[in-house]
């Protein structure tokens, strides 16, 4: 057993468990801080870029990209110091202002998140790219022969002075070393990742970040709560545990969601834990396509990943945002070659509120159901949208096979199934994300959102977090 109590574990370095880490630490608590994964140093990122360190999560070594394994659901996350910052495509943006209309608990809104979304903004420093790209003219031409907005999007990048976005480099590299170049944010930029931010703020006020640490049980344990991990520091993994008088589950919405699941119906260490916990997961109506293009005014470049999208947010509820060339994909493309083809990624969000259900199966598997996933109007609208693009940009669309659309749900932001609300019935925890039924037990990450945020959540759930990490400071109750 562990000698000594800290005063708040973490459990995740995300957008969640970060914010909680910072703002806890500088105002004097003790702070531990539990990742699965390792910490994404430069160094780490070499030995992804050779081969010497995998680039895809394994059960028994913890690596950055991690596929969900989910029963009913195809979903991508990561898994290192910093959580999804490293993955995700570095878009900043707040929530539109309508999905609080419903579901959400009263009081918690736009204009309450307003001066949280302000802290966010101040750390993380997002910003356009200094100087626009063919392909952000291009969509933004396109946008406007569909008679809809565009923007240019703020980016949490570390713009390099004198670096040449527009014009590729001449070093010759593997699809692997463009992969993990893709992933850093292009060889022109790199990614403001959370590690350089919040969790370092949190650890330069003494908090400690224990990588290769992955949660398996909570337990109350005398008015606080022990935490059972596995460490994964080499070939034998190792039981640990800890201590604290409060807890922060942040560790992603499938992670956490899973956790607590298992430590209410598996273990019966929570059983107080809300009959909502699982309901109310959304894909965030998360969805792609490829355009093969051949014209000569849209070169390859060395830009970030995206740079702008299409706003259908009003007509729609949707954005199409561009991912840029994929490296696999402008090597493996298997078309007769050109000069000036190109294979052009793009990605669909929106407010796609079909609501599916977290469970454990009889072998205490994560599953996922949907009633009418793929089978409501946001998914033809949003193929619809795809196909008038192409037809703006003079390309042909690619689009996953309809049998595989039917059968399983694709997501890289999911969210819910431990929803903010009011009162149990409804939700999972209270306003200020404490779970009802478990005092001192929080939740701070995409698992509390009681709906589909439409735009990238990654800055939604940070000031969500600022606001649960500061009425815990302050002692703030319901």
């Not at 995998?54 to 913890?62: E, K, N, S, T």
């Not at 390099?160 to 893709?182: K, Y």
């Not at 969601?257 to 309901?279: E, I, K, M, Y």
């Not at 796609?352 to 009418?372: E, I, K, V």
Request: glycine share 8%.
């Amino acid at each position: 057993m562990p000698s000594s109590v800290w005063d708040l574990l973490i459990i995740g370095s995300g957008f969640g468990g970060s914010v909680c880490a910072c703002r806890a630490a500088a105002a004097g608590m003790r702070v531990a801080v539990l990742e699965r994964g390792p910490r994404a140093t430069s160094d780490y990122y070499q030995q992804l870029a050779r081969g010497s360190e995998p680039l895809i999560d394994q059960p028994y070594a913890p690596s950055l990209v991690r596929p969900s394994r989910v029963r009913g659901l195809r979903a991508l996350s990561a898994s290192a110091v910093g959580g999804t910052s490293h993955l995700y495509t570095a878009v900043t943006v707040p929530a539109p202002a309508e999905i609080f209309a419903s579901n959400w608990p009263a009081g918690l809104n736009a204009d309450s998140l307003r001066p949280h979304y302000a802290r966010v903004e101040g750390m993380i420093a997002a910003s356009p790219i200094p100087a626009p790209l063919p392909r952000t003219r291009v969509l933004h031409e396109a946008a406007t022969r569909l008679r809809a907005a565009s923007a240019t999007l703020p980016l949490a990048m570390n713009w390099s002075r004198g670096a040449d976005p527009i014009h590729p480099g001449q070093r010759p590299m593997s699809i692997r070393e463009e992969c993990v170049t893709w992933i850093q944010g292009g060889p022109s930029a790199r990614k403001r990742t959370l590690d350089q931010t919040y969790l370092a703020a949190a650890e330069s006020n003494a908090a400690t970040i224990l990588p290769l640490h992955e949660a398996d049980a909570i337990t109350p344990h005398d008015g606080g709560y022990r935490i059972d991990a596995t460490h994964r520091d080499g070939p034998h993994p190792r039981r640990v545990s800890f201590l604290a008088r409060r807890v922060v589950v942040a560790a992603g919405t499938l992670g956490t969601v899973s956790l607590l699941l298992r430590c209410r119906d598996q273990f019966v260490s929570l059983p107080n834990l809300s009959p909502a916990l699982g309901r109310r997961f959304f894909t965030n109506g998360d969805f792609g396509g490829l355009l093969i293009v051949n014209r000569e005014d849209l070169p390859l470049d060395a830009g970030p990943p995206v740079t702008a999208w299409i706003d259908l947010w009003r007509t729609d509820k949707l954005y199409l945002m561009e991912t840029g060339f994929l490296p696999v994909l402008q090597r493996l493309a298997s078309f007769p070659a050109s000069a000036h083809r190109k294979v052009w990624s793009f990605g669909v969000m929106g407010f796609d509120d079909d609501p599916g259900t977290l469970r454990m199966d009889n072998r205490a598997h994560l599953t996922c159901d949907f009633d009418s996933h793929h089978g409501n109007n946001f998914h033809y609208t949003r193929v619809q949208r795809l196909r008038e693009l192409a037809s703006a940009i003079g390309g042909r669309l690619l689009l996953p096979p309809g049998w595989f659309i039917r059968r399983t749900p694709i997501t890289v932001h999911p969210l819910g199934g431990a929803a903010l609300a009011d009162s149990p019935e409804h939700g999972v925890t209270n306003p200020f994300g404490e779970c009802f039924g478990h005092p001192g037990l929080y939740i701070a990450d995409g698992s509390l959102l009681p709906t589909p945020i439409g735009a990238a959540p990654s800055m939604t759930i940070a000031a969500l977090a600022e606001h649960i990490v500061d009425a815990m400071l302050r002692g703030r109750s319901p």
